[in-house]
């Protein structure tokens, strides 16, 4: 089915952006196994071909291209891998509208020339180890001392933690006060006090580098603060609706690649004389799984021409990311049975896209409350 989302410089970009996949990442993916991350002159080079500042001011070292560009960019990434679209995603697109949008001038000189060249590498620190969904009730605190604040407490599950040059860090700046006392503020490599963790041992995503945070007194000064001081959950919930629609193009993206893998795969496959995939049961599964992707594909592109136009709103993005979310596992359970035993062996790319794809449903809020939230807009 043609996709009239794209014109001809996003389909431009498609192809650069995939050129500098199959030269800088595609031959290096087992090593960015071994480490548990992506090395910096990787982060180098997507700066240099300008794939890190397209949220970003030219002013300021990016290229303001605007919003699918940044989803092209996702889904060529996610069909190389989930976890170095995770990566540069969160990067690129998460913590990138934080930084355009809420920072002072002196502190998108200090950062963003940097941010768009790869040299300072980011992360958002939002998830606690008391509980990951609810914003609203996080425990690390920070309290004023004349010209600083003075942090305490621990983040995990922050993808790029351990790398990171700049954490985009959610805190409790009033207590007693739920959701309306959170202050956002930008912690920094080098700030005493601040320490991180092990590279985290996950069951999938092994590209990603993601750790433990730890804040232990650490004097963060006012002109690191980010945004409004006690308005960071709105800031916050203003701009996770960009986050979710970001997870569910590389959602349909991941699927969609594995799946094309496979329609070849048992075409080619035999058994009792005959492909694998001329049996009429498993031709009709992949009728189905082709039928999904592309029914979901369709409406995750709306949700993008919505965003792009300003128009998205939290509840499309909430059914966006959980649907994308499930079609995806779904999906992909699919065709790791397609594979047979082969299916299961970490050499072929099903298995390890299968383990990627197991997160989707928790991170970015969980597909649970996404649907709470949905519930909630029809007063249920």
């Known amino acids: 089915m043609k996709r009239r989302i794209y014109d001809e410089d996003h389909e431009a970009f498609r192809e650069s952006a995939r050129g500098f996949l199959d030269r800088e990442v595609v031959p290096r993916l087992e090593e960015f196994i071994e480490a548990k991350a992506i090395p910096r002159d990787v982060w180098i080079e997507a700066g240099k071909q300008g794939f890190l500042g397209l949220e970003i001011p030219e002013e300021y070292g990016g290229s303001a291209a605007g919003d699918r560009f940044n989803a092209v960019l996702a889904e060529e990434m996610s069909r190389v891998s989930a976890s170095v679209s995770s990566c540069l995603g969160i990067h690129g697109d998460v913590v990138a509208p934080y930084l355009r949008d809420l920072t002072t001038d002196e502190q998108k000189q200090r950062w963003l020339p940097r941010f768009c060249t790869g040299e300072i590498v980011t992360a958002i620190g939002m998830t606690e ?27 995990t599950f922050i993808t790029n933690g ?17 959701a309306k006392g959170i202050t956002l503020f930008g912690v920094e490599t080098g700030m005493e006090g601040f320490s991180r963790g092990r590279k985290l041992d996950k069951v999938g995503q092994t590209e990603s580098d993601t750790a433990e945070l730890f ?3 650490v004097r963060v000064p006012d002109t690191n603060v980010i945004g409004e001081v006690d308005r960071g959950f709105i800031h916050m919930m203003e701009r996770l609706p960009q986050e979710r629609l970001g997870a569910a193009v590389s ?10 893998e496979t329609i070849e795969y048992v075409k080619q496959r035999k058994a009792f004389g005959q492909a694998v995939g001329s049996f ?18 369709a409406f995750v592109d709306q949700c993008v021409l919505a965003f792009n136009d300003g128009e998205l709103s939290a509840v499309d993005a909430a059914k966006a990311k959980w649907w994308s979310a499930q079609v995806q596992n779904d999906v992909l359970d699919a065709c790791v049975q397609l594979h047979g035993g082969y299916g299961y062996m970490n050499e072929y790319r099903v298995a390890r896209a299968w383990r990627d794809a197991r997160v989707t449903k928790i991170w970015a809020g969980s597909n649970e409350i996404m649907k709470e939230l949905i519930g909630r807009d029809l007063g249920l």
């Open 129 to 155: 180890p008391s509980g990951g969904s609810d914003l609203a009730a996080l425990k690390t605190t920070a309290v004023r001392d004349g010209d600083a604040w003075v942090l305490n407490g621990s983040k």
């Open 162 to 178: 351990w790398s990171a040059d700049l954490v985009v860090v959610a805190a409790r700046t009033t207590p007693g006060s739920g």
């Open 215 to 217: 804040f232990a007194d």
């Open 251 to 260: 959602n349909i993206a991941h699927a969609a690649a594995i799946l094309d």
């Open 280 to 297: 009429q049961h498993n031709k009709f599964l992949v009728a189905e799984l082709v039928t999904q992707i592309e029914v979901s594909q």
